[in-house]
């Protein structure tokens, strides 16, 4: 099975930082990946899809990038409601794997 | 509006079952794909399992292969997941989640998810 790893695993960044989290497939997955946000407490919340297409109504400063095996979802400019757990996954083939997550605070 | 409202967790036993449902409304039930995820406590997201929107296809993880069963009544919007052989490792919040067609598994609507403890 392709294994989803994302890095780091928490990171600590100031309002108005640029932002950037990783996710790497073992093995190519093509675009098909999504990034899903998790506040503290809340259901988690599609961002992006197919790897640079973002969900309706979801804030500009959210992009992604990437294709085969590295992808990264960047936050142009942090600001403190972003405070989240950040989860790639995998949609190519089953199993439709999470990677594990990074944790994202504000410094 | 879409709402996925799950039900049917709760506190049981080791090696007991359960049978999780989740509601759908707001949305042509039969057309998406459906899933469950779960997310023990303060862990991260497990993708379990998840069907296409006429039920002819599923998959699932290999955590749970042979113990877990999804299904789908479309007549009456509602996902189900069968859990047997429950093992204190499977305590967590369960989620039902929608994909955005029928065959395309990422997931852009959640519901609220439903606890099922395991434990004697």
């Known amino acids: 099975d392709i294994q989803m790893t994302q890095s780091p695993s928490s990171l600590s960044a100031s309002v108005g930082d640029r932002v950037t989290i990783t996710c790497r497939a073992s093995?190519?997955?093509?675009?098909?990946l999504a990034w899903y946000q998790q506040k503290p407490g809340k259901v988690p919340k599609l961002l992006i899809y197919?790897?640079?297409t973002l969900q309706s109504g979801v804030p500009s400063r959210f992009s992604g990038r990437g294709s085969g095996t590295d992808f990264t979802l960047t936050i142009s400019s942090l600001q403190p409601e972003d405070v989240a757990t950040y989860y790639c996954?995998?949609?190519?083939?089953?199993?439709?794997?999470f990677g594990q997550g990074t944790k994202l605070e504000i410094k | 509006e879409v709402q996925l409202l799950e039900s049917g967790g709760g506190l049981v036993q080791p090696g007991g079952s359960l049978r999780l449902s989740c509601a759908a409304s707001?949305?042509?039930?039969?057309?998406?794909?459906m899933s469950w995820v779960r997310q023990a406590p303060g862990k991260g997201l497990e993708w379990l399992s998840v069907?296409?929107?006429?039920?002819?296809?599923?998959y699932y993880a290999d955590s749970v292969k042979g113990r877990f069963t999804i299904s789908r009544d479309n007549s009456k919007n509602t996902l189900y997941l069968q859990v047997n052989s429950l093992r204190a490792e499977d305590t967590a919040v369960y989620f039902c989640?929608?994909?955005?067609?029928?065959?395309?598994?990422?997931?852009?609507?959640w519901g609220q998810g439903t606890l099922v403890t395991v434990s004697s």
């Open positions: 069907i296409s929107g006429s039920g002819g296809s599923t």
């Open positions: 093995q190519g997955i093509s675009n098909y």
């Open positions: 989640a929608k994909g955005p067609v029928t065959s395309i598994y990422y997931f852009d609507y």
């Open positions: 197919a790897a640079s």
């Open positions: 707001g949305f042509t039930f039969s057309s998406y794909a």
């Open positions: 996954q995998k949609y190519n083939s089953a199993p439709y794997t």
